[in-house]
Structure formats: structure tokens, C-alpha cells
């Protein structure tokens, strides 16, 4: 069975800082990555997503993140946080089942921007 | 579109009671899932359905918990009885093929 781990519950960065979130994921076979932020109170929305091809994805709000199959990593990364990127953070990796596949999320890593 | 719709955005019951949560798809999507969010145990997948056939239930933590999707624009997660600890936010989402999920705003279900 697919899994996905985020090994940070918390980060805490300055803003203007680089970020990165850590992501591993276990699945047999090609996977479907992803990354989701929610923010409070709210939904989860789509930042970014790998099916396959370039590595490295570009997504919304400034994010990119870098599949690596030998590690089994999809690291989520931004250049300068901005206190509004405050929020949650969810990796996912999608196990196809019946022609679609079921989206298996990690425990999620809360995001603190210090001004 | 107006994206996936929830409701109700809240809801309150005393434990025992029956609680139905509603989920509107995005209008084209094929598959549709509920998930539970809880501190404890963060986001599990309860019920997934395609085309709307329940396709994979075994994350329904017990028979309090069903879930139908008569059409391919409306889906009910029913719980009964309720009890405090089904306390949590239940989220919707639906997805088109093999793209990505769009997920609603959630219920907040509060068992007092």
C-alpha cells in the first residue's frame, strides 16, 4: 500500500527565507505526486502536481518541487516565504485504482512565518 | 464552476443523533471521495467513488457510517448513531479521470 511521510510537523522560517518541506513516499510503481496547502479553516488547494516527465515542477504562489526517485522524495521548495504562505502543508501520492487513483495524503507540516 | 460544495459548513448534534453531510461534485468529475480530518490522525480517505459506484469503503470506520451517491452530482456521508469522537472535518473532493483532486470546504462536525 502507498504511503507518504512529511518527517516536519513544524517549520519556522523568517520571511524573505528559503523554504523547504520534506516529503518520502512508498508506492510499487510510477507515482502521482502532489502538494496541497490549506489554510485555516479552509480546504485543500492544489499548489503542484508530477505525472510525469521534467523533475522539477513548477507550481502556483512561487512554489516548485523536485521529484527523486532514488530517494523517494518530492521536496517542496520556495526562494522567499512571505508571511501570507503561513498555512498547512500536504504531500500526497496518488495509487491508481480502477482507471483513476486515490490521493493518500501525509500528516501535514504547519508552516510559521516569522516577520 | 463553483467548485465542490459542502454542506452544511457547520454542524452541531447531540451524541445519538443522525448527521448527514451533503457534497455537490465538480459538474464532469467522475470520482469522488470523503475524507476525515482529525488532529489525531490527519487526513483518511473513508469512502472513494467512480462513476458513482462505491468503489473502495474500507476506510469507513464502522456501519454508523454510509455513504451513498444516488447521481453523479450529489453524495451523502450519513452517520448514525453519532458519537463524540466522529467529532472532526469531513472533506469532499472530486476529480475528473486521472488529474487532480478538488476538494470542498469541509464540514466541521461537532458531537456534544
Known amino acids: 500500500a502507498q504511503s507518504v511521510t512529511q518527517p516536519d510537523i513544524h517549520i519556522t522560517v523568517s520571511e524573505g527565507a528559503s523554504l523547504e518541506l520534506r516529503c518520502n513516499y512508498s508506492?510499487?510503481?510510477?507515482?502521482?505526486l502532489f502538494w496541497y496547502v490549506q489554510s485555516p479553516g479552509q480546504g485543500l488547494q492544489l499548489l503542484l502536481k508530477y505525472f510525469s516527465g521534467d523533475t522539477l515542477v513548477q507550481g502556483i504562489k512561487g512554489f516548485e518541487a523536485e521529484f527523486k526517485r532514488s530517494q523517494s522524495s518530492f521536496n517542496l521548495r520556495k526562494p522567499s516565504v512571505h508571511w501570507s504562505d503561513a498555512a498547512e502543508y500536504f504531500c500526497?501520492?496518488?495509487?491508481?485504482?480502477?482507471?483513476?487513483?486515490?490521493?493518500?495524503f501525509g500528516r501535514g507540516t504547519s508552516l510559521i512565518v516569522h516577520p | 464552476d463553483a467548485g465542490v460544495i459542502q454542506s452544511p459548513r457547520h454542524e452541531v448534534t447531540e451524541m445519538g443523533q443522525e448527521v448527514t453531510l451533503r457534497c455537490k461534485p465538480i459538474?464532469?468529475?467522475?470520482?469522488l471521495f470523503w475524507y476525515r480530518q482529525t488532529m489525531m490522525r490527519g487526513l483518511e480517505l473513508l469512502i472513494y467513488?467512480?462513476?458513482?459506484?462505491?468503489?473502495?469503503d474500507s476506510g469507513m470506520p464502522e456501519d454508523r457510517f454510509s455513504a451513498k451517491m444516488p447521481n453523479a452530482s450529489f453524495s451523502t456521508l450519513k452517520i448514525q448513531p453519532s458519537e463524540p469522537r466522529d467529532s472532526a472535518v469531513y472533506f469532499c473532493?472530486?476529480?475528473?479521470?486521472?488529474?487532480?483532486?478538488?476538494f470542498g470546504q469541509g464540514t466541521r462536525l461537532t458531537v456534544v
Open positions: 473532493a472530486s476529480m475528473w479521470g486521472s488529474t487532480e483532486a478538488f
Open positions: 508506492y510499487g510503481a510510477t507515482p502521482y
Open positions: 467513488f467512480n462513476n458513482n459506484v462505491p468503489i473502495d
Open positions: 459538474s464532469g468529475h467522475n470520482s
Open positions: 500526497a501520492v496518488g495509487a491508481s485504482s480502477g482507471g483513476s487513483y486515490i490521493p493518500t
